[in-house]
């Protein structure tokens, strides 16, 4: 039973910066590939970044690069999305997924379609 539980999101105002944070549980956090995806009102569920369970190694979307890092501590079980120069745009759900398909990816993907366990979400509004 694999379980994610989302954190850190809230109201910022436009320029500002969030960490938000993805505890997950089930499994040493290398067994999976974790992606990180966000959901705005009326949209399809995007994805923004992923990290491999072959290598570490973390894609990125090309809308996500330069404003979103993504890291991962395997001690702690959690992964984290840090955001930069947050937009009114980026007001979203934002949604932590594992996909622990064996064997793994030697690259994660970032369709929605690919990943089985999601969290419940954090709320990232951005507003002045």
């Known amino acids: 039973q694999v379980q994610l539980v989302e954190s850190g999101g809230g109201l910022v105002q436009p320029g500002g910066s969030l960490r938000l944070s993805c505890v997950v549980s089930g499994s040493p956090l290398d067994y999976y590939a974790i992606g990180w995806f966000r959901q705005a009102p009326g949209k399809e569920r995007e994805g923004i970044a992923c990290v491999s369970s072959a290598d570490g190694t973390i894609s990125y979307s090309d809308s996500a690069k330069g404003r979103f890092t993504f890291s991962r501590n395997n001690a702690k079980s959690t992964v984290y999305l840090y955001v930069k120069n947050l937009r009114p745009e980026d007001t979203a759900a934002y949604f932590c997924?594992?996909?622990?398909?064996?064997?793994?990816?030697?690259?994660?993907?970032?369709?929605?379609?690919?990943?089985?366990?999601w969290g419940q979400g954090t709320q990232v509004t951005v507003s002045s």
């Open positions: 997924a594992a996909d622990a398909r064996y064997p793994p990816r030697a690259l994660c993907a970032l369709s929605e379609g690919e990943y089985t366990y």
